[in-house]
T-cell receptor, first 114, second 111 residues
């Protein structure tokens, strides 16, 4: 089991460029999440998908879009990158079942926007 | 008011010390509770789930007090390798399965 995988690990963009961050999980989890974490700060939820076929905005959705491609994959798209989007992006998943519902994280994508 | 509040620290303790962290949560409907550990610039990793009866895993003990809405983590015999940020997490599985993270408590264990 690979758990939660993310690609790429590092990325540098210029202002205005677009890119998609990929996330996949092999644990058959129902729910998936995208967070960002700025230096010295806590995690902030960007978007989440409680179950396949649904997506919802989190705390900081502006400038991002998501696609829950299937149960395994949840991608995050930056349409026009801005320096304020320089951050570490973590994808996570959880079973979505009462009683055993831990959240597992991918290793993160370190994004710099110049 | 934040859903989950933690003392940011840092807690600076010598090796071998016992240290305790507390965290409070605002929503009494919260269903599941966890402690995560995060090393610098790495992903958060699950340390332990927290149950109403309290639970222990080696040197780590977690307690939940639903009446007072707080969660605690006790670390005994601290090791240098325990230095990290500890995140308190609350989950609402029946509310779109959302997780709420505290901002973290930083622990520095000194030789």
């Amino acid at each position: 089991n690979a758990g939660v995988t993310q690609t790429p690990k590092f990325q540098v963009l210029k202002t205005g460029q677009s890119m998609t961050l990929q996330c996949a999980q092999d644990m058959n989890h129902n729910s998936m999440y995208w967070y960002r974490q700025d230096p010295g700060m806590g995690l902030r939820l960007i978007y989440y998908s409680a179950s396949e076929g649904t997506t919802d905005k989190g705390e900081v959705p502006n400038g991002y879009n998501v696609s829950r491609l299937n149960k395994r994959e949840f991608s995050l798209r930056l349409e026009s990158a801005a320096p304020s989007q320089t951050s570490v992006y973590f994808c996570a998943s959880s079973p979505g079942l009462a009683g055993k519902n831990e959240q597992f994280f991918g290793p993160g994508t370190r994004l710099t926007v110049l | 008011r934040k859903e989950v509040e933690q003392d940011p620290g840092p807690f600076n303790v010598p090796e071998g010390a016992t240290v305790a962290f507390n965290c409070t949560y605002s929503n009494s409907a919260s269903q599941s509770f966890f402690w995560y550990r995060q090393d610098c610039r790495k992903e958060p990793k699950l340390l332990m789930s927290v149950y109403s009866s309290g639970n222990e895993d080696g040197r780590f003990t977690a307690q939940l007090n639903r009446a007072s809405q707080y969660i605690s983590l006790l670390i005994r015999d601290s090791k240098l390798s325990d230095s990290a940020t500890y995140l308190c997490v609350v989950n609402f599985v029946y509310n779109f399965n959302k997780f709420y993270f505290g901002s973290g408590t930083k622990l520095n264990v000194k030789p």
